[in-house]
Structure formats: C-alpha cells, structure tokens
C-alpha cells in the first residue's frame, strides 16, 4: 500500500518559517514527480512546488518564488517544502502528492495525473 505522509504544519506568525515534510512508503520518489498542493477555505487548489522523479528540475508558483523551496531526501524517502517569511495568504491545507511530472504554472492542472496523494497538514499563518 502506498502512503504519503505530510506533517511539520502549524501556527505561525507573519515572517516566520516552517518545514513541511512528505514521508512516503510503498513508492521511490524517484519513480515519480512530487509536488506540494495547497487549498485554503473557499479557494481552488493551487500547485504550489514540484521536484521531478529525476530531481534536476524544480518549479514553484509565482506567488512562492523566492520564500518556498522543495528538496528530498532519498535516503529517508522524505520531500521537504521549506517556507520562509510567511504570509497570511499562505494559509492553507498543503497536501503532497505524486505525478508523472510537474505542471506547475499551468491554468487548468491536470491533476488526473496524480497517483497518489497525502492527507494534509495545515499551515497557518497570523498576522
């Protein structure tokens, strides 16, 4: 049974940082592209970040460029979302997920391309 895990979310004021973490078992990361999501009450789901199955690409929204960054490691099977100088804006549920690839930046995403997904964490972020 495959499962991706997320955790590491949490309250947390304006400027500040913090790591979410994928955990994943039954899967490779690099048999497959990992891409963090986020959905906050009342707004679309947006792709937020993705690292390919081979690593050597990564891609972030605009609205994160610069603040978030994605990494793995495959010794742990682990994915990393680093968020730095938090905005309320960036409150949300924020899910992994694995794909065939990345598509972050697209206007319709194609999410029947993701195998799997985590449950969630939730971020929070107060002014």
């Known amino acids: 049974e495959v499962q991706l895990v997320e955790s590491g979310g949490g309250l947390v004021q304006a400027g500040g940082s913090l790591r979410l973490s994928c955990a994943a078992s039954g899967i490779t990361f690099d048999e497959y592209a990992i891409g963090w999501f986020r959905q906050a009450p009342g707004k679309e789901r947006e792709g937020v970040s993705c690292?390919?199955?081979?690593?050597?690409?990564?891609y972030s929204a605009d609205s994160v460029k610069g603040r978030f960054t994605i990494s793995k490691d495959n010794t742990k099977n682990t994915v990393y979302l680093q968020m730095n100088s938090l905005k309320p804006e960036d409150t949300a549920d924020y899910y992994c997920a694995a794909s065939t690839a990345c598509y972050i930046g697209l206007v319709h995403y194609p999410y029947y391309d993701i195998h799997y997904w985590g449950k969630g964490t939730l971020v929070t972020v107060s002014s």
């Open positions: 690292m390919s199955s081979s690593a050597a690409r990564t």
